[in-house]
């Protein structure tokens, strides 16, 4: 398929992107450098190279999860208040006055969009009592390419259970970095370039864009090693990795 897909990456998990008709973006942080304090401390290393005040009117929020700072920070939590819909976990459709939770393979039209609530989980099996639930998507449109937003995934398994159930995916955003707090050991709480791989080979002809990766203290792998794993494993075209700030098109790839 030939298909064109604009975006900006904000930096961390929030992607500014353009999909039937509508302005989209995934799991708004917009706070500078600092640090968040909780059971588990975050340390916010790098502010979003475009501020809040710069991206312009959005349609639609897809929140991954609402419990976790570096998927909503504090402007991201005064965003919310701004934008028409926003799609997210059941939770937090408990927890937050206007937000609308899906259960996992939910189906909402947005305009000539459908969007589908996917599984994601973030760290290993067993992971929900400590990490919380958290949503990935899927997003189809007459014209448009399927695309799948992973939210903090884990699992290469709930990526083939997505693939087996939707069918082709195009477009692929995957939150990576290896995320790790040491909650669970050495498992990792998001895809790290060994699993990335493999959810990619699970993808087929997706184009793979990774975002996530930098910017937060407790990421314990670089997107140089993710696009190292990609290379070794013969998928270099499959990946393309954002520049924060900076508009970009994707299309189909070359090869895979």
């Not at 710069?54 to 939590?77: K, T």
């Not at 259960?103 to 973030?122: K, Q, R, S």
């Not at 990526?159 to 970095?177: K, P, Q, S, Y």
Request: a negative charge.
């Amino acid at each position: 398929m030939t298909f064109s897909f604009e975006a900006l990456h904000i930096g961390g998990p929030t992607l500014r992107f353009r999909y039937g008709g509508r302005t989209w973006l995934t799991d708004p942080t917009f706070d500078e450098p600092g640090e968040y304090p909780g059971p588990v401390a975050l340390h916010k290393l790098h502010g979003p190279a475009v501020p809040r005040a710069g991206i312009g009117p959005i349609d639609v929020v897809l929140l991954s999860h609402d419990e976790h700072a570096d998927n909503l920070d504090r402007s991201g939590r005064e965003l919310l208040g701004e934008v028409p819909l926003v799609l997210s976990t059941p939770g937090a459709g408990e927890r937050i006055p206007g937000v609308r939770g899906l259960a996992a393979w939910e189906t909402v039209p947005v305009g000539a969009v459908e969007v589908t609530a996917v599984p994601a989980l973030h760290g290993p099996e067993g992971c929900e009592p400590v990490t919380g639930v958290v949503t990935g998507f899927v997003l189809r449109a007459a014209g448009e390419p399927v695309v799948y937003v992973s939210g903090d995934n884990a699992s290469v398994e709930v990526v083939g259970r997505i693939v087996e159930r939707v069918g082709a995916i195009d477009i692929a955003v995957l939150n990576v970095g290896a995320a790790n707090v040491g909650l669970f050991g050495d498992a990792d709480v998001t895809l790290n370039a060994r699993t990335a791989v493999r959810a990619a080979e699970l993808l087929g002809a997706a184009v793979v864009v990774p975002v996530h990766g930098e910017g937060w203290a407790h990421f314990s792998e670089t997107l140089e090693q993710l696009r190292r794993g990609f290379a070794y494993a013969g998928r270099a075209e499959q990946l393309r990795i954002p520049v924060p700030g900076v508009l970009f098109e994707v299309g189909a790839p070359a090869s895979v």
